[in-house]
């Protein structure tokens, strides 16, 4: 089974920073997408950033100027670097990785998560 492996989840006060990471395990072909989603006690689930394949990014608009996306395909990482950050920002973080593995007869394409790390902003 498809799983991404999260790290660096924890409890930081607010203005602090905090880096999490995402790794897809194995060794895969080509990345299409890798984005991390966070999800709130009784709230919706929402995208705060995406990275694409080609480098593009996107951010939810109350993250833009504090967090930054980033990626290493050939370690298939993507990290998420979060400064001044702010106790609405505390949830659950989980990864999603659209991805490709080289199989021996072509490709497989997968999308995937991971189980969430979780951010806590607190005095």
């Known amino acids: 089974q498809e799983r991404l492996v999260e790290s660096g989840g924890g409890l930081v006060q607010p203005g602090e920073s905090l880096t999490i990471s995402c790794t897809v395990n194995?060794?895969?072909?080509?990345?299409?997408?890798m984005a991390w989603y966070r999800q709130a006690p009784d709230k919706e689930r929402e995208l705060v950033a995406s990275i694409t394949g080609d480098d593009s990014t996107n951010y939810a608009d109350s993250v833009k100027g504090r967090f930054a996306i980033s990626k290493n395909n050939a370690e298939a990482t993507v990290v998420l670097q979060m400064h001044s950050l702010k106790p609405e920002d505390t949830a659950v973080y989980l990864c999603?990785?659209?991805?490709?593995?080289?199989?021996?007869?072509?490709?497989?394409?997968?999308?995937?998560w991971g189980q969430g790390t979780q951010v806590t902003v607190s005095h």
């Open positions: 194995g060794t895969i072909d080509r990345i299409y997408t």
């Open positions: 999603y990785g659209d991805y490709r593995r080289a199989n021996g007869d072509g490709y497989w394409r997968y999308q995937s």
